[in-house]
């Protein structure tokens, strides 16, 4: 992620090339905000849905928090289940596309490339610890923790050999290599956004 304009204007990598550009309304864009929220819970169920496992779950439920504190905001298309969503705001709609690309799950017949989730979390918290870090601690911290959540699936992915080419896995089968204490990772929430990436798009433990 660039920051073009500090807390307001960012650029979010793609996976596959290329980046997304989106601009904030200053000096606290409450209505944006609250549907990015809307985009990131509904795009975490519907990978739940696509593949189940306790750390979506949890993701979810943190996202969930944040709606509540947050509101509705502006109506958002979805344009593709799971992958390209648009918040209709007047004249000027923003566009937020993510990663398409089939697994041992799910084949999709086009594909392209787009954001990860985390990217766009990323530019939250920096447009909330911009505005007033103090104000907003406990956004911030719900941000954190589902992306906490997302990372933590997919390095504990990558520890049991699960990933998305792997058929549906099941959690019994599968135990979380944290035996239910995510803390026991090698890694935590605390500042998560500001981890260096890998060129999968993860950070890097």
């Not at 204007?9 to 996976?15: K, M, P, S, V």
């Not at 969503?85 to 787009?114: C, D, E």
């Not at 549906?168 to 944290?178: G, I, L, N, T, Y």
Request: hydrophobic share 40%; charged share 25%; proline share 6%.
């Amino acid at each position: 992620m660039r920051v073009l304009d500090p807390g307001y204007t960012y650029e979010l990598d793609q996976l596959g090339g290329g980046y997304q550009r989106f601009t904030f309304a200053p000096p606290f864009d409450r209505h944006v905000y609250a549907s990015l929220v809307k985009i990131a819970l509904h795009r975490t169920r519907y990978l739940d849905m696509v593949l189940p496992c306790i750390e979506s779950k949890d993701a979810i439920e943190w996202l969930e928090m944040e709606k509540v504190s947050v509101g509705n905001g502006f109506r958002v298309q979805v344009l593709n289940q799971g992958h390209h969503y648009k918040i209709v705001a007047g004249n000027i709609p923003q566009h937020f596309v993510f990663l398409r690309r089939s697994g041992g799950v799910i084949v999709y017949m086009r594909k392209w490339p787009g954001i990860l989730t985390q990217e766009l979390f990323r530019a939250m918290i920096d447009h909330l610890e911009y505005v007033q870090p103090d104000e907003f601690h406990q956004s911030i911290q719900h941000l954190r923790m589902a992306f906490f959540m997302y990372e933590l699936r997919a390095w504990r992915r990558k520890q049991e050999g699960v990933n998305r080419l792997h058929p549906a896995h099941d959690d019994s089968q599968h135990p979380r290599v944290w035996r239910a204490e995510p803390f026991e990772a090698p890694f935590n929430e605390f500042h998560i956004e500001k981890r260096q990436i890998g060129p999968d798009g993860h950070i890097i433990v």
